[in-house]
Every structure is written in C-alpha cells, then in structure tokens.
C-alpha cells in the first residue's frame, strides 16, 4: 500500500492599496487558499478601507506557511482585520508552521492592523517574522495577542515553541527589533522577571509624526487603569511609542488593548 503523502498548505496574500475618488481601493490582490481577504468596506464617508483577512483551513498544521504581503501607496488609509484567532495545531511530524508578513506604507500612508490572538496548542511549533518599512510621514498602529494555548482545554505554554520576530524601519533605519523565544520545555515562565504569574501578552506598537502630540503620562494613566495587568508605555524616539501587556486573562487583555487601539487611533 504507499505510503499517505502530507501536503503541506502554502497561503499567500499580496494586497495593494491606493485612494481613488476619494477613498483607498484595494487596487491589487493574489490570494492563494487557504489565504483570503474580502472586499473593501467603509464607515460612511471615511475614506480608510476595511478589509479582513481569512484563513479557510481553520488553522495551521505542522509544515505550513504563510505569506501576506502589504503594499500602501502614498496617503493610502487602511484597517485590516483578522477575522478570528490564528489557531496552531499539534507538530506531530516535528516541522514547524512559519508565517511571514511584509508592509510597505508610501508617504502619508496609515495603517491600522487590529489585535487578534495567535493561539499554539499542545505541541505545536510557530514562527512568525513581521518586517515593516514606512515613510516618516507614515502612521502605523500595529496589535498582536499572544495566548499559551487553548487555556480552557487545560492546554498552557504545552507548545513546543513559539518565535516572533518584529522590525520596524522608517526611512530605512531600524527603529525597532523585537524578538520573543518562547519554549515551556527548557524555560521557568513563572520565574521572577520572565511572565511570573501571566499567561497572555499583548503589544501595541505606535509610530507616526504626531507621536510627539500624545502625552506618554496620559497614555500611562490609560494603560494602567486596569489593575489586573502588568503593563508599560515606552517611547523609542520621536516618532514611536511601544506599549506592552502581561496578562492572566485574555477577556481582560483584549479589551484593553482594543481601548488603548481605539484611543490612539482617535487621537492620530
């Protein structure tokens, strides 16, 4: 009888965006299953577009990859949205699941990318590199939710290993590198200095020449109006501002970072 071969599933995005008549179209865009993203929605007259992306498969499965590539003309206004949670099955086989993402913002561009949580379940192995080059007069507003598994299930950093890799790049200077290598099996989460008591961990990421309007001590009293959490508001330089959640429930961590999201939004 031969031997069942796996097929490994290999998504890929390319979206590009640029105002037309007075809103940003979505000019361009290649999807490869089980990638997706939908149509361009808006908010009456706001000229941002809203476009979600999908993940058909319901998840990824030790080998697969993904690639989503984002490309905003000059003064393009963008909303993205992942529809659900990134769910990442068990490595069975050993190989790793990899995700890749790319952004490019033109002069005067912004971007928004809203939170949504990336969930490893028992055994499983993920990698993600995110690499985002911008103008200085480009706005960028970037969340990410990371779990420790599927928490209700009993499944807590049952994972075998968990990479994410940030750069951020404005003007072609490196801004910001930020790396988190997380593996339960060879690390003491709990130890003093590491996650101690919290399981979730969120960030925001904020860059944008009008950082220097937003008061670091008011960001700071909004951040910690929850007391629940651990959390810290850090400003890289003139144009950016990184803040960063350590959380014991995901409810609780991803309604404040939605209402931080939502109060720097308001005022960029």
Known sequence: MPKEVKVNHFGKLDMAFEPRRGYTRLVHVYQQPPLKASRELYEGQNPTATVFIMESSGGMVAGDRNEIDIKLAPNS??????????????SHTGELCTQSIHVKLGEG???????????????????????IRMMASSTLIWGEIIAPGREMR?????????RSQYKLYVEDSLIAF?????????????????????LYVGSLWIVSPNVDKLNVRDLQEVIYAESDMQASVTKLNDHAIHCRWLSKEQRTLHKEINRMFSHVSNLM
């Open 178 to 198: 930020d790396t988190l290598h997380l593996k339960p099996m060879e690390m003491d989460f709990s130890s003093i200095g590491f996650l101690e008591k919290a």
């Open 77 to 90: 206004q963008v909303r993205l949205k992942q529809q659900s949670a990134l769910k990442i099955y068990p």
């Open 109 to 131: 561009a912004r971007l928004e990318w809203m939170p949504e949580v990336t969930i490893p379940f028992e055994r499983a192995k993920f990698q993600v590199d995110t690499s």
């Open 154 to 162: 009993g499944e807590i950093f049952d994972f075998q290993s968990f």
